[in-house]
């Protein structure tokens, strides 16, 4: 039986009950006050023998009626009450046919099913972002793999057709592109690996990951005749140390490349809060639009002339600390500054022991 049946057939057998309750009552209640018998003209007359040949089909009636009411009225409640629930089901089909972009937009007070219409809607909107944020993200990887694919294709049709080229610049150069090709392979796979949260948790410090991940880019820095300044308290928090030294070292190397050409700095630092801990990684730079900097976590974008270089990344820097610190239960805030360059800060919750010793 459908949903609707059900409840009518509750309502009407809820209605019958509560009528043959009262029919009894009132039973009772006559045969408590109206005398067996009465002394007539003309005799002994039997007033509860009356009684019942008057009351049992008055009452059949009344419960006769009742049901039918009972069934008419209790079909068009339930046909009312569950319209909504009609309307979310037809959106539900409607979703899983591919169509994300229909809303219910249930009318009315805040009841159940305005809070299921609600939810729903919700969860829509963020499921129709989320589609069409990895459509232009499988465009994007597939645009940039192709790349290096169509340039090793011509640089090996070069070497075919002309057998006199010199191999050692060929190779050179095959070399160069492969390895692109590599490091963007590598850091989707990364990404992915972040995105579905399939890491063990440890207890880490977020401090020595920040140390870490600024000596190991320090000769890059150095060679670009850039600063870099560190600064920090303890902060404990609970990750995977190589996910989360992977966010250190692709803030790092952001800061270092996208900074003024001579006589640059990036300060780094650490802190610890009651309910989270923070790592900040600021640079000097060119001056950048909020617009910009709304953008950049996207995959493959790399802002206003940031040109390729022999460490530019392959445009998925930031979008995998973002990733990073989602799977962290993290926040990543981009914050353009006033005199040029970007302040990247990253919230993590400290770890459990450490709050309560707090």
Same mark, same amino acid.
């Given at each position: 039986?459908?949903?609707?049946?059900?409840?009518?057939?509750?309502?009407?057998?809820?209605?019958?009950?509560?009528?043959?309750?009262?029919?009894?009552?009132? *039973?009772?209640?006559?045969?408590?006050?109206?005398?067996?018998?009465?002394?007539?003209?003309?005799?002994?007359?039997?007033?509860? =023998?009356?009684?019942?040949?008057?009351?049992?089909?008055?009452?059949?009636?009344?419960?006769?009626?009742?049901?039918?009411?009972?069934?008419?009225?209790?079909w068009i409640l339930a046909g009312s009450m569950l319209a909504p629930l009609a309307r979310i089901t037809h959106a539900t089909r409607l979703a899983a046919n591919g169509s994300l972009s229909h809303r219910i937009q249930l009318e009315g007070g805040k009841d159940e099913f305005r809070e299921l219409a609600d939810a729903f809607d919700t969860m829509l909107a963020r499921l129709?972002?989320?589609?069409?944020?990895?459509?232009?993200?499988?465009?994007?990887?597939?645009?940039?793999?192709?790349?290096?694919?169509?340039?090793?294709?011509?640089?090996?049709?070069?070497?075919?057709?002309?057998?006199?080229?010199?191999?050692?610049? +060929?190779?050179?150069?095959?070399?160069?592109?492969?390895?692109?090709?590599?490091?963007?392979?590598?850091? +989707?796979?990364?990404?992915?690996?972040?995105?579905?949260?399939?890491?063990?948790?440890?207890?880490?410090?977020?401090?020595?990951?920040?140390?870490?991940?600024?000596?190991?880019?320090?000769?890059?820095?150095?060679? &670009?005749?850039?600063?870099?300044?560190?600064?920090?308290?303890?902060?404990?928090?609970?990750?995977?140390?190589?996910? /989360?030294?992977?966010?250190?070292?692709?803030?790092?190397?952001?800061?270092? @490349?996208?900074?003024?050409?001579?006589?640059?700095?990036? *300060?780094?630092?650490?802190? /610890?809060?009651?309910?989270? @801990?923070?790592?900040?990684?600021?640079?000097?730079?060119?001056?950048?639009?909020?617009?910009?900097?709304?953008?950049?976590?996207?995959?493959?974008? &790399?802002?206003?002339?940031?040109?390729?270089?022999?460490?530019?990344?392959?445009?998925?820097?930031?979008?995998?600390?973002?990733?990073?610190?989602?799977?962290?239960?993290?926040? +990543?805030?981009?914050?353009?500054?006033? =005199?040029?360059?970007?302040?990247?800060?990253?919230?993590?919750?400290?770890?459990?022991?450490?709050?309560?010793?707090?």
């Amino acid at each position: 039986m459908s949903v609707r049946l059900k409840l009518t057939l509750s309502y009407a057998g809820f209605l019958m009950l509560a009528g043959a309750l009262l029919l009894a009552a009132v *039973w009772v209640f006559l045969l408590r006050y109206v005398p067996e018998v009465i002394d007539t003209i003309g005799g002994i007359r039997t007033l509860k =023998a009356d009684l019942v040949r008057a009351f049992a089909p008055a009452a059949a009636a009344v419960l006769a009626f009742l049901l039918v009411f009972g069934l008419l009225g209790g079909w068009i409640l339930a046909g009312s009450m569950l319209a909504p629930l009609a309307r979310i089901t037809h959106a539900t089909r409607l979703a899983a046919n591919g169509s994300l972009s229909h809303r219910i937009q249930l009318e009315g007070g805040k009841d159940e099913f305005r809070e299921l219409a609600d939810a729903f809607d919700t969860m829509l909107a963020r499921l129709e972002a989320h589609v069409a944020e990895q459509r232009r993200f499988a465009a994007n990887a597939s645009h940039e793999l192709r790349t290096p694919l169509a340039i090793t294709q011509t640089l090996l049709d070069v070497a075919r057709n002309d057998l006199n080229r010199d191999t050692g610049e +060929l190779v050179d150069r095959l070399h160069f592109v492969n390895t692109r090709a590599i490091e963007l392979t590598e850091a +989707l796979l990364l990404l992915s690996r972040a995105d579905q949260r399939s890491f063990t948790r440890e207890h880490v410090d977020l401090s020595l990951i920040a140390e870490e991940a600024t000596e190991t880019l320090l000769p890059l820095a150095e060679k &670009r005749g850039l600063t870099i300044e560190t600064s920090g308290d303890i902060t404990p928090t609970i990750g995977s140390y190589a996910l /989360l030294l992977q966010m250190a070292t692709n803030l790092m190397h952001n800061a270092i @490349v996208h900074n003024l050409a001579e006589q640059g700095t990036v *300060w780094v630092t650490t802190s /610890l809060h009651p309910k989270t @801990v923070v790592l900040t990684v600021e640079n000097t730079g060119e001056k950048l639009s909020p617009l910009l900097v709304s953008t950049l976590t996207e995959p493959f974008q &790399r802002g206003t002339q940031r040109i390729r270089g022999d460490h530019s990344g392959v445009g998925l820097g930031l979008a995998i600390v973002k990733s990073i610190a989602q799977a962290h239960d993290g926040i +990543l805030t981009l914050i353009p500054r006033p =005199a040029g360059g970007l302040c990247v800060t990253v919230q993590l919750p400290v770890a459990p022991d450490q709050e309560q010793d707090r």
